[in-house]
């Protein structure tokens, strides 16, 4: 039996203080940051369990780097702040960096046609720009999914630039119209690898260490170009399941979009770099410039960064998720140019929440959102808006129900009733749209944005359907952009979906024809006689993915 992992107070690694925090706001009392970290991370504070890595500088100086947890449990090699763990997504703002570099070289211009260096781009109508590749709103498919329908999702075997690369041309199809939407998306930057390679005459690792960590004394960060080679010093990323903890690392060499190994000390030195604009103003004010889609909407996606704001702090940042580990870099210039990096080696640790976390604990007076006005709805309003409702971008499902008295997404997330008729869901106000006789026809949840995106109302009820609808989707389905003929089988009241022998999912039926949930939707189409003739698929990073029909 796993011995259950319960963290321990006794401290494992000695901080690294290198100064005093002054006050963050005018008449803020001095944070004693040894006491803020240890509360903040206590619950990895343990030598039985995963952890993390703090730094925190203010100023130009680094007041705190610590580790909690341990870098290798087997082991017995604790998280120090020397460590080196994976960046996951944080690991953008340097191929935008990159981007720059050679922008400012009068090599590339932003607003230029991809395909210039990237002819392998098919023509999808309207251009697609370097400044969308690095923005998220290209409308490409995200290669993860791509490669999960082929039978090969990440970790089950070596993913490379040149099979990617080869995987995101083919596509025919974009998610949407370029420019339109704000969608993330891994593959616009693994193309920016190829883009950096091409124009520079260099390989990308050659590029960024000669043009960025070299010159910004950034000693201890290099790319997982090669996951096979050993690397002092690197920490063990670990998730767990229902028997205990495992090992969960990112075993492939795609880079660009992920892939950077360093510690919070190089992350903090890169902050203060960009504070300082070291490698140019036009290179670094352009990574902040927020990007405004066809709409005019201007989206807090910058190049490689977010800039938005927490709590009324204007926030420069990014997450990282990649297999076991989890990252966040912020900066918030108006506080001192206050800069955290939080780096941890557990799936789920929240390096997001932990990082706000610190950020609450040093500036105090912060405003709190304020309290919803609830108000009591009765039961049969709620029972009303119950039911299966389609994400009208993504086409993925959302199911609310009403478990425990409250109407739920996914058995989950509670919706209290709001005075004006609106319903909170977390953070978030929800609205819904109503027929005559009170029938549901969409659910609008806003973004951060200031977007909004419609759920269609589908179905009160989930489909049962019968063993004759179930035999005519039945079949074999192809798709030439991954190469795949999937097989469709039946399995009791659910269908299976194979790509290739010993590789299926089991998908529940959601509303009539389609099947699966709020990660991934799979449905079908008939034609004017009712046969099918084709199958669906839709992710959050790929909204409609068709495979034909061939028997």
Known sequence: MTPRLTPRPARIAIALLLGTLAPLTAGAQRTDLAAVTDKVFAAWNSTHTPGCA??????????????????????????LPGTILESGSVAKQFTAAAIMLLVNDGKLRLDDDARTVLPELPVYGRTITFRHLLTHTSGLREWSNLVAWQGWPRGTRVHTQSDVFELITHQRALNYPVGDYYSYTNSGFLLLRTVVERVSGMSFVQFTTQRIFVPLGMTNTQWRDDFTRIVPGLAQAYSRRPDGLHIDMPNDNVIAAGGLLTTVSDWLLWNDHLTKKTLGAGVVDSLTRRMTLTSGLEIAYALGLTVNNYRGLREISHSGSTAGYGTYLARYPEQNDLSIAVMCNVAGAGATGLTHALVDAMVPGLPRATAPDTVRTDAATIARLAGIYRDTRTNTVTVLD??????????????????????????????????????????????????????????????????????????????????????VGIAGDRVTVSPRVGVADTLAATYRDAFGGSEETVWFVRDKQGRVSAMHFGSG??????SSRVK
């Open 402 to 487: 009403t478990a425990r008295g409250r109407l739920r997404r996914d058995g989950g997330t509670a919706f209290l009733p709001l005075r004006d008729g609106s319903y909170q869901m977390g953070g978030t106000r929800v609205r819904f749209t109503t027929d005559a006789s009170g029938t549901p026809v969409t659910m609008r949840i806003p973004t951060s944005d200031g977007d909004t995106v419609v759920h269609a109302f589908m179905a009160a009820e989930r489909w049962k359907p019968s063993a004759a609808e179930l035999a005519s989707i039945a079949g074999r389905y192809r798709n030439d952009e991954i190469d795949v003929t999937f097989t």
């Open 54 to 79: 703090v730094g925190i500088a203010q100023g130009g100086k680094v007041l705190l780097t610590r580790g909690y947890g341990m870098a290798d449990i087997a082991g017995a090699r604790p998280i």
């Open 541 to 546: 990073r790929a909204w409609d993915f068709v």
